[in-house]
């Protein structure tokens, strides 16, 4: 079984840091891209930021310049360093993963619990 445990979240004030991280866990053989997306108040979920394997990053236009996607592959992590964080940020952020699991040559998508992330004014 494939596992994504998101941490990090919390309670923030504008203009401040907040560093997420997303640990993989199970029977995997390899990990594809891996990303995380987020669900604010009254809104559908959406892209916030995706890396490739070899570290290509992609990010929303509403998170650049303040956002970094990272990854540690020998962990089994992605990171989301979060700064000058507006209470427009405030969601729930959830962890993204292609995995190829161990024994299998089908590589499939995996999703997080989720972790909060709220920004006050």
């Not at 199970?26 to 990990?31: A, E, K, L, N, V």
């Not at 700064?83 to 998508?109: G, N």
């Amino acid at each position: 079984q494939v596992q994504l445990v998101e941490s990090g979240g919390g309670l923030v004030q504008g203009g401040g840091s907040l560093k997420l991280s997303c640990a993989a866990s199970g029977s995997i053989f390899s990990i594809g891209d891996m990303g995380w997306y987020r669900q604010g108040p009254g809104k559908q979920r959406e892209l916030v930021a995706t890396i490739t394997t070899g570290g290509t990053a992609r990010y929303a236009d509403s998170v650049k310049g303040r956002f970094t996607i990272s990854r540690d592959n020998a962990k089994k992590t992605v990171y989301l360093q979060m700064d000058s964080l507006k209470p427009e940020d405030t969601a729930v952020y959830y962890c993204h993963a292609f995995v190829t699991r161990t024994f299998l040559r089908i590589s499939q998508d995996y999703w997080g619990q989720g972790t909060q992330v709220t920004v006050f004014s």
